[in-house]
């Protein structure tokens, strides 16, 4: 089975602009979670969706947004980058059958750097 | 708030020399204990998840044991390339998110 994928790779983006990220979870996995991580803060729990609705959410502003699709591919969105939004941001996706098998599985990232 | 800490931040190893590393957690309604590795630029590798004190899991060199308070990562002869970093996650049922730790940084010399 393939395992999480995340587009792009790598980013560079100046302040001021917006950005989308796109994950897509290991095949018939339906919950797909975002994550931040920086040096300083660790890794922090941005969202989560399942069914294509946002099921819960981190402490993050609200430039920080997300969907997903039928097909249980999510994208987030960055609006109005800031210096501090530089970090590697990762999507994890997880089963989620009746019964709650949490396991989250983790993607490669996308690094992004706001200049 | 649901809190994890790991200790030590950061650990030395000559290769053969075993050691554990420490995930304290504070959780509400634990519904699961996940430990993970991460190579310096990639995402983490899940490696175990744990759901009830007293429950222990191996592969190869590591096993990971629970309490009602801590989990351990045990390391046993390890070898230059179990060089990583460690991370420790609590799943709350109650908050229904991953709380990670700020993980061990560990390197074994050959």
């Known amino acids: 089975k393939a395992g999480v994928t995340q587009t792009p790779r790598y980013l560079i983006k100046t302040r001021g602009q917006q950005v989308t990220l796109s994950c897509s979870p290991i095949s018939g996995h339906r919950s797909v979670s975002w994550y931040q991580q920086t040096p300083g803060q660790g890794l922090q729990f941005l969202f989560e969706y399942f069914s294509e609705t946002q099921r819960n959410k981190g402490n993050f502003p609200g430039r920080f947004s997300g969907r997903q699709f039928s097909n249980s591919r999510s994208e987030m969105n960055v609006s109005t980058l800031e210096l501090g939004d530089s970090a590697l941001y990762l999507c994890?996706?997880?089963?989620?059958?009746?019964?709650?098998?949490?396991?989250?599985?983790f993607g490669p990232g996308t690094r992004l750097l706001v200049l | 708030e649901d809190q994890v800490t790991q200790s030590p931040e950061a650990l030395r190893l000559q290769e053969g020399e075993s050691s554990s590393l420490n995930c304290s957690y504070t959780v509400s309604g634990l519904r699961g204990l996940f430990w993970y590795r991460q190579d310096p630029g990639k995402g983490p590798e899940f490696l175990f998840t744990?759901?009830?004190a007293g429950e222990e899991k191996e592969k190869e060199r590591l096993k990971a044991t629970l309490t009602k308070k801590e989990s351990f990562l045990h390391i046993t002869a390890p070898k230059p390339e179990d060089s990583a970093t460690y991370l420790c996650?609590?799943?709350?049922?109650?908050?229904?998110?991953?709380?990670f730790g700020s993980g061990t940084q560990l390197t074994v010399l050959p």
């Open positions: 996650a609590a799943y709350s049922g109650s908050a229904r998110q991953l709380t």
């Open positions: 994890a996706s997880s089963p989620r059958l009746a019964g709650g098998e949490e396991t989250q599985y």
């Open positions: 744990l759901y009830s």
